[in-house]
């Protein structure tokens, strides 16, 4: 038997409530849930063939963008890899070819479509059929916010109690179903950011004065986005992204050292989405472990949200997401 090409797509997902800590790093367990819209637009495109005949000595290869892929990016990947062939009893290195439908230096890349993508294929490739729910607890070895891109639309990442992070799984919110609305990305700046997220949460962990609150009101933030999911609220689901933004950078602005994610044009564009806001456009922002500001509206608002953003000095370009479907098999050979 010769090796088995299985090609995955996944869409990246932004969070709504923000996943920002963990409760155990070895299995990547977070220290609190967090809740997300899964993009069409913006994801990844993964194969995975494992070398069945090439016996278990050489390296896995990692082609990232068309070019061998950065060693730590490679490493990080063979980790992930390492895991499925545990699982699946297989010991052959594997070629992965990996793209991302972002702008290339935009800084936007995610690891939540990435991981997700990868889990999806590797699993496949290796034999292996998992649930959605298993591919979810997978996909969250690699990356805590790719359990969530597993699915697609609106998706919950508990939390879990188990010490072997089983119940540390996303399932899909179908209260969300079919609501039309869109998140506009105004990217701020070009390339990588400063420091991962990994890092980031770790030091803010173990250095901010504000991490202990931030995880003692996650719980709330999580119910009221839920109450607002189920009310088609918009205006009650944008304030909770919003606060949850807001107060999980500052839980990262205390640490020590600081980390501050926002450039001018982070905050300009912040300030461009309340001005919208007070001239009675519904539209609430949300930012990540970036300078990027996304712009939560109703798809019949979006073109003009990002009229308004491409407007903000400094903001290089925006991009109007809409809801995706979870991450899939889309070739098989
Ligand atoms: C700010 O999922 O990238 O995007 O689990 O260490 O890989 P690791 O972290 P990652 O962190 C995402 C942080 C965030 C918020 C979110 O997506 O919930």
Same mark, same amino acid.
């Given at each position: ?29 977070? @220290? ?34 068309? /070019? ?10 063979? @980790? ?7 699982? /699946? ?57 790719? /359990? ?155 073109? /003009? ?29």
């Amino acid at each position: 038997m010769t090796d088995r090409a299985v090609t995955a797509v996944a869409g990246t997902n932004i969070a709504l409530c923000k996943y920002w800590g963990k409760r155990d790093a070895a299995l990547n367990l977070p @220290a609190t849930g967090s809740l997300s819209l899964t993009l069409a637009e913006l994801g990844t495109r993964t194969t995975v063939a494992f070398d069945l005949e090439g016996g278990a000595g050489a390296e896995d290869r990692v082609v990232f963008e068309g /070019a061998p892929a950065a060693p730590a990016f490679a490493a990080r990947v063979s @980790a992930f890899l390492d895991r499925v062939r545990a699982r /699946a009893g297989l010991r052959a290195r594997a070629r992965v070819t990996t793209d991302n439908s972002v702008p290339t230096g935009a800084g936007l890349a995610s690891s939540a479509s990435g991981f997700a993508a990868l889990a999806v294929a590797a699993s496949r490739a290796a034999g292996l059929a998992l649930s959605p729910a298993e591919l979810s607890a997978l996909a969250r070895l690699g990356s805590g916010s790719a /359990a969530r891109s597993i699915f697609g639309g609106f998706a919950e990442m508990a939390r879990g109690n188990a010490p072997d992070g089983a119940d540390a799984i996303a399932r899909p919110l179908a209260a969300g179903d079919g609501w039309d609305v869109r998140l506009v990305v105004a990217v701020t700046a070009r390339g990588e950011k400063p420091m991962g997220s990994t890092a980031a949460m770790e030091l803010t962990a173990r250095t901010s004065p504000f991490y202990a609150a931030w995880v003692a009101g996650a719980d709330a933030d999580l119910g009221a986005a839920r109450a607002a999911l189920a009310a088609r609220d918009l205006a009650a689901l944008g304030a909770v992204a919003e606060r949850s933004a807001l107060r999980m950078h500052a839980t990262a602005f205390a640490a020590e050292p600081a980390i501050i994610y926002w450039n001018p044009a982070t905050l300009a564009a912040i300030e461009a989405v309340r001005a919208l806001r007070a001239g009675g456009t519904p539209v609430y922002f949300t930012i990540d472990a970036g300078p990027h500001v996304k712009a939560l509206c109703a798809a019949a608002d979006a073109n /003009a949200v990002a009229g308004a953003l491409a407007a903000v000095p400094g903001v290089l370009r925006t991009i109007v997401a809409a809801p995706g479907p979870g991450a899939r098999v889309v070739e098989e050979t």
